[in-house]
């Protein structure tokens, strides 16, 4: 793979845990209220959903993990990053790392892992 596919494939990836973690570092009070707990659940599910998906593409097809491997070291390296971002809430203010939250990264963890293994198994059957 030339450096500029391979960019085009890391830069995405390592941008979107970079923007979880800013956007997570804002205090409470300077975050838009939400208003529903459903709402903020799909928008826990949504952006892991995201981070997954970009980390097994970046796996497969980057660091050459077969398919099996992208998914199981996608799912553990998903699910240990959303921990560690509930856990660095705990002390920004108006901000608070909780369990619900981190089953709803975990939810959109196991549906991003599992979109981008169909995606990718059915792209291999094609070529």
Known sequence: MNK???LTITLPLFLWAAIIMVLTSIPGE???EIGLWNWDKFAHCAVYLILAFLLFRYLFLVRSFTIANAWKFGI???IIYAGIDELHQIPIPNRLGT??????D???VGIG???A???FK???KKA
Not at 99 to 104: E, I, L
């Open 99 to 104: 369990w619900p939250d981190f089953f709803a």
């Open 122 to 124: 059915w792209k291999t």
């Open 4 to 6: 500029i596919k391979s």
């Open 117 to 119: 293994l169909r995606y």
């Open 76 to 78: 553990i390296i998903s």
């Open 30 to 32: 300077k975050m838009p």
């Open 106 to 108: 975990s939810l959109g």
């Open 113 to 115: 892992i599992y979109a």
